[in-house]
């Protein structure tokens, strides 16, 4: 510790809103470069490669080949798939001195495709699988949380190739076994949801989440075993209910309505229910405006009818639209659509098939809403809505959208029960590509029959530094990081207290010793620092087993303990280095 | 074989221009993904595993520890030590979202001095030494020969942090100590020679060369053990001639001389010498007019005067005036400078100190122009030139410049013999910064009296990419690589041959065998490639041992032989694994 690169810090840093990103900046295993940039510094590092050394090995033991692409890529290939526009300001872009366009890559499907086209051509060379563990880059529009939403950070991206569904199927199964062993030998808990495929493309993918307070993913789960992380969650659909002893539309005068609360409350002072019930905002429709950016620079307003007692979900509205992005119009563009009256906006004047405009604003609508339900909703002019409104009679959508919110009680969509919801890191995302990446960049191989067809493709990722910073997440307490044994940066804190030379000596002997047998122990011999403080950094830095040599040396006893426990056993100095080397032993 | 991610190439490619390229490439170690820019295979990459693991292992065994910086990085420090102007187009630059400055890292000065300013603040903190291995780029106007000129490319990076002089030169010597192991371990021939610190800065640097005729660096050295970048090399200074008996300068007509070789010709015609001897090109004084372009963009012209038998040498014209860049004058600069008469120039018009013009073009002049030579040179009038011009009477120059070639036969500056010259590939820099970034980014410690004051460091690089193609260059034949033992991709080739399934099935078992023993085994077990394929294929790899299960199985031998030797063993089959581990072991 006295040669050490490293200096903890008493307080947290100003920008660290979690508690790995705080722990690791203030026990030195990180620091910030730039923001969502860190540097690793020694300890750091070294935990870094003991997460990288696991995924590594299990990627070879899932048969996956080791090959290493370059971060800084020329354009064409991401333009050839559409990527280098779909990922908009995501994409860090550049010019070289010959004004040609690269980009730091966020992900490589590109690449690969093209190197397995370069190099084969026969269904012989199939099932192929190959990784990298790299770094990679995303110009986030908010880096947070330290390691966790980060703008230059390392992956191990994997790609496999293979010459039909079975073999894709085979192939992505070998890789979501491989993870489960990765995650299990981190010692780090995991959910694998369903997720939604977003700007990757593809047919099916499963997300590991970390489960953790401060995760950035919404994900649900039933008793029954379904899980899905929200964007991926699919509404079951009602039955379609008959509506021809159903009441006519009829338009009321609602003054001062332009919420949905307020609409309720009239709605019951003033046209009471007949069954006795209250009205509630589950009786009311929402229609929600919203603008999208498609990834070439248009935009368009589409307009969302949901239930009036649940909300947009921005992120499973844009999992719905993507790659275009989605926010709430503004009132520039109110103004150009005056149709859409704010507050008091009716299925009737919007939707292509409502009003017959084929370049109308598109209205969506939440599966809920089947044919025959009844609604409360906007008359399309100030302080007037309509009641009794009846989907499949006097309203249709141009198409249905995953857009509201899923909330607590929903039922599974698999009917396994009530969801719950919980948040999560992500920490691995498989996807099942299929041909899309091959058909655009015209990767093909001879089939046994020798007709060309169209290579299948999954690919796999694995965030590497956002994995360190959710062991961290779920590794520490209120005095510092508790790190699994397999991934902290040693076994044993050896602590020397005190000023007494002999206490040293025995310190560095039992350090020394340990270290002969294969321990790998960090030494804390710094001669003016007071045992307070030590004791501090011991418990901030985190590794698993702490070795007190001082003041018990006089009576022949040196303290061990782990660092999650308050238990202190005092052990004689001469069994301490079997002691602790058998305890290191039973990780 | 049958399963590894290779497919070896029986044509050169295209863009090929040295062995190390076209071998890396045809044996699917690397492939291009863009100018300058390299994909590694993983044959590739294993051997790059190990050159990284021989450095790292000396960086530490140095007492160096390590780091790892983001590659992507923000404009401000490289702003603050001028390095972000000075760079020019060979740096990538680039813009986030928030249209903030960035760019990818050539090196890292700037980060490391600022990492250790955030930590540390006291002599006690130092000697420090801390190191990455990390991705590095730089915009080259050309890259080229594969990795040995590429835009992203792999090094090591230790920078060094002393309180005074004699620690600097103490970590400096650590450094330059551990990279003689370095290339040492891994049979990599190198010259150690002085080299000039270009846009680093600092006081003192040394390079390692490996020898090698596809080098771009062109170095010298005399039998006496003086050795040099030829950047480096500084010109003996003759003694002053006493020139009070000297003819006065005369101005002569000398139609159609713009040419040294047509001057000396014409001089040789019509004004002979007068001690019988002939002139000759060394006799005249040219004068070459450049053009610079500083930094901050701006240009300036200078007139460099040196005896007419040398060529200008733009390398070491740029060491001596970095960090301008040189490019000669276009007929623009001609146009605008009526007084330099193109192929007539002479001292007496150009010059500061010689026309008292303070804002004239500076007139640089060779070392070996001393007082009391006599030229003939330009008379700055078409068809004339001046004779008997005495340096230090008729002109001085505003300066000296390293500037001249460096000729094979020219003394060494030390006295220690002729030189004579050899190219080598750049795998090593050691540079003594001294206190320029310190300065600059304000890294002061306290020191034992409790004064701040600033430390001085050093900065020390391997290209490690570059390395591994200096080793091929060093190690190949006509027909493919021929890898040293320690950083071969394995240590044995096991080659199959034929149809015969007891070949196949004895092949598997040595291999097995081999690979149980810790020995790195490649099998080739493809079932319907031919011998000679299979051969070629062994030796296009390069690994140092092949063994071939074949023919002679029946007669119960297998041939091994070594990749470099012509010599063929036959070997009982129930002896070839341990004669061939018995081989590995002596690597």
């Known amino acids: ?47 870094l490669a003991k997460v990288e050394a696991v995924v590594r090995e299990e990627m070879i033991a899932a048969g996956a080949q080791e090959v290493h692409f370059p971060a800084l890529l020329p354009r064409e290939p991401y333009e050839a798939t559409g990527r280098w526009a779909e990922y908009g300001p995501n994409l860090f872009r550049l010019k070289d001195r010959k004004d040609a366009d690269y980009l730091l890559a966020p992900t490589h499907e590109e690449m690969f495709t093209l190197l397995v086209k370069d190099l084969y051509s026969s269904y012989k060379d199939l099932p192929l699988t190959l990784f990298q563990i790299q770094t990679k880059y995303r110009d986030e529009a908010r880096p947070r949380a330290g390691l966790i939403r980060g703008r230059e950070f390392v992956m191990k991206d994997a790609y496999s190739f293979d010459i039909d569904d079975e073999g894709l199927e085979a192939s992505y199964q070998a890789q979501r076994a491989a993870y489960e062993r990765i995650f299990t030998r981190l010692g780090l808990e995991y959910v694998i949801v369903a997720a939604t495929a977003g700007a990757m493309g593809g ?14 993913d919404t994900f649900v789960r039933s008793a029954g075993g379904y899980a899905a992380n929200v964007e991926a969650v699919v509404t079951p659909v009602p039955d379609a209910i008959p509506f021809d002893d159903a009441p006519a539309a009829h338009v009321e005068d609602t003054p001062g309505t332009p919420t949905i609360e307020s609409l309720v409350a009239f709605a019951n002072a003033n046209h009471p229910r007949t069954d006795g019930r209250e009205w509630t905002a589950a009786d009311t429709l929402k229609n929600v405006v919203l603008s999208l950016t498609h990834p070439d620079g248009s935009k368009e307003l589409v307009v969302v009818g949901l239930p009036g007692d649940r909300e947009v979900d921005m992120k499973r509205l844009e999992a719905s639209l993507a790659p275009a992005e989605a926010e709430p119009a503004g009132e520039d563009e109110f103004k150009k659509h005056p149709e859409l009256v704010k507050g008091y906006i009716g299925p009737q004047a919007v939707g292509r098939a409502n009003t017959g405009d084929e370049e109308g604003v598109r209205y969506l609508l939440d599966p809920r809403v089947v044919p025959g339900t009844r ?35 929903d039922p599974a969509p698999d009917g396994s029960g009530p969801l719950e919801l919980a948040r999560g890191i992500e920490i691995g995302h498989i996807f099942q590509l299929g041909r899309k990446y091959a058909e655009s960049l015209g990767l093909k191989v001879l089939d046994v029959n020798g007709k060309q067809v169209t290579v299948t493709m999954g690919s796999y990722g694995v965030g590497v530094t956002r ?121």
Do not use: C
């Open 1 to 47: 510790m006295s040669q050490l690169f490293v200096r903890t810090l008493r307080e947290d840093p100003a920008d660290a809103e979690v508690a790995s990103h705080r722990l690791l900046v203030r026990a030195g295993y990180i620091r910030r470069a730039a923001p969502g940039i860190y540097t690793w510094l020694p300890l750091g590092l070294r935990v």
């Open 467 to 587: 994995v360190l910073a959710a062991l961290a997440e779920a590794n520490h307490d209120d005095s510092g990081l508790t790190w699994p044994a397999h991934v902290a940066p040693a076994h044993v804190h050896v602590v020397a207290t005190g000023k007494d030379a002999a206490v040293f000596a025995a310190a560095e002997k039992v350090a020394t010793e340990l270290s002969a047998r294969g321990v790998e122990v960090l030494y804390d011999d710094r001669p003016k620092v007071s045992p307070g403080v030590k004791f501090a950094d011991a418990e901030l830095l985190g590794v698993p087993l702490i070795v007190v040599v001082g003041r018990g040396l006089a009576d022949g006893v040196i303290e061990v303990r782990e660092r999650t426990s308050t238990e202190r056993v005092q052990v004689a100095v001469d069994d301490v280095v079997a002691h602790v080397e058998e305890l290191v032993r039973a990780f």
């Open 203 to 216: 047919s099916r993918s499963e997300e590991f989440l970390s489960p953790s307070p401060i995760g950035e």
């Open 375 to 409: 609604w409360i909703t906007g008359a399309n002019a100030v302080d007037k809505h309509v009641f009794d409104l009846v989907a499949g009679r006097d309203f249709v959508g141009d198409g249905t959208i995953e857009a509201a919110e899923v909330r607590a009680g």
